[in-house]
């Protein structure tokens, strides 16, 4: 999830707004900041897409497996044509429309009441957030998302890498023709891994999930007070809010990456005895600590353009909400 709350740009200067944009939209528009959030999500995930799939099989399949970005493309097309680096699209989509919609709702709700605590406390900035006050909104934010998203990302990562197996049973000749004929549908992934697994199945690596918790946070806090900092001297444009959501992913992402990995190895895995600590140790036995940075370029790369896709798009896409639901009761009216 790679979420990212900001105060609207026409809020912040007159520069970067239209002249029929509401100079004074709600402080604490939930739904409109949810609905822009959602749609500057589901907009980053589909540009950046093939990414997402190329490292989530590099983070699942064995060491053996080759981790070269350009051969890894190449070999997707070659088994599956283009079709192969969107695996899951569908479940992404909807996945990430939700996580951003719940995410910022809860966000700029936990905003909203720090704005109004420190409305006319001295030296206080209206509008901006401390590093605690971020840090806090973050962790209530990310932990409802999580608890109530999980069950859609296990999907995704099962579609996402189920193409593999059946790929290696393709080249070991265990393949019918039928077999490879066959495409993996959300559906039909969904209802497998309930009959196979059971419903338990759906919350597996909601605890390393839960801890990631801590990658939106680190994100949103170094984009906060960057932001607080350029506002000193300049309005925050959308090609400003890009750069800074590219830095504030880039250095969250790096230092969770290790718990990416293993979330996405107890999604696939049946066996899931010993919880987190118990992954951890085995992809360090099997594969070396290395293992647990797999197909860290595509990720890091994938996770840093749909931020800064994000940041940059909210903003838009929150002034054209606000914009319409003005639109809209002028009309009523």
Same mark, same amino acid.
């Given at each position: 999830m790679a979420p990212a709350a900001s105060k609207p740009v026409v809020a912040d200067a007159a520069s970067t707004s239209s002249a029929a944009v509401p100079a004074a939209p709600p402080a604490n528009d939930n739904v409109a900041h949810a609905i822009a959030g959602a749609g500057?999500?589901?907009?980053?995930?589909?540009? !950046?897409?093939?990414?997402? !799939?190329?490292?989530?099989?590099? /983070?699942?399949? #064995?060491? +053996?497996?080759? #981790?070269s970005f350009l051969k890894a493309v190449e070999g997707i097309v070659a088994r599956e044509g283009v079709s192969g680096l969107y695996a899951g699209l569908d479940s992404a989509i909807f996945g990430i429309g939700i996580t951003n919609f719940v995410y910022y709702y809860w966000y700029e709700w936990t905003r909203a009441v720090f704005e109004r605590r420190a409305a006319g406390v001295?030296? %206080?900035? #209206?509008? /901006?957030? !401390? !590093?605690?006050e971020s840090m806090i909104a973050g962790a209530l934010a990310g932990s409802a998302t999580v608890i109530l998203t999980n069950p859609i990302w296990v999907v995704?990562? +099962?579609?996402? *890498? %189920?193409? %593999?197996?059946? $790929?290696?049973?393709? $080249?070991a000749g265990e393949a019918s023709k039928e077999g490879k004929k066959k495409k993996t549908t959300t559906?039909?992934?969904?209802?497998?891994?309930?009959?196979?697994?059971?419903?338990?199945?759906?919350?597996?690596?909601?605890? &390393?999930?839960?801890?990631?918790?801590?990658? &939106?946070?680190? /994100?949103?806090t170094l984009f906060e007070q960057l932001?607080?900092?350029? /506002?000193? +001297? +300049? &309005?925050? *444009? &959308?090609?400003?809010?890009?750069?800074?959501?590219?830095?504030?992913?880039?250095f969250a992402t790096g230092i969770t990456y290790p718990y990416i990995t293993v979330k996405s190895r107890m999604h696939v895995s049946k066996d899931r005895q010993g919880g987190v600590t118990a992954a951890l140790r085995r992809v360090i036995q099997d594969e070396g600590y290395a293992g647990l940075y797999k197909g860290i370029g595509p990720k890091i790369t994938q996770s840093v353009l749909t931020a800064a896709f994000l940041f940059a798009l909210k903003d838009v896409l929150y002034n054209?909400?606000?914009l319409l639901r003005s639109k809209t009761r002028s009309l009523r009216a």
């Open positions: 500057g999500g589901i907009l980053s995930t589909i540009l !950046t897409y093939p990414l997402i !799939t190329l490292s989530t099989r590099a /983070q699942v399949e #064995s060491r +053996r497996a080759d #981790s001295a030296g %206080r900035v #209206s509008g /901006q957030l !401390t !590093t605690l995704n990562t +099962r579609m996402t *890498t %189920r193409q %593999r197996a059946v $790929e290696a049973d393709e $080249e559906l039909g992934t969904l209802l497998a891994l309930l009959k196979e697994e059971g419903p338990s199945a759906l919350f597996a690596g909601v605890v &390393p999930a839960l801890v990631l918790v801590i990658n &939106p946070i680190l /994100q949103y932001k607080n900092a350029v /506002q000193k +001297r +300049r &309005p925050v *444009t &959308p090609g400003i809010a890009f750069v800074l959501g590219a830095l504030g992913k880039l054209q909400t606000v």
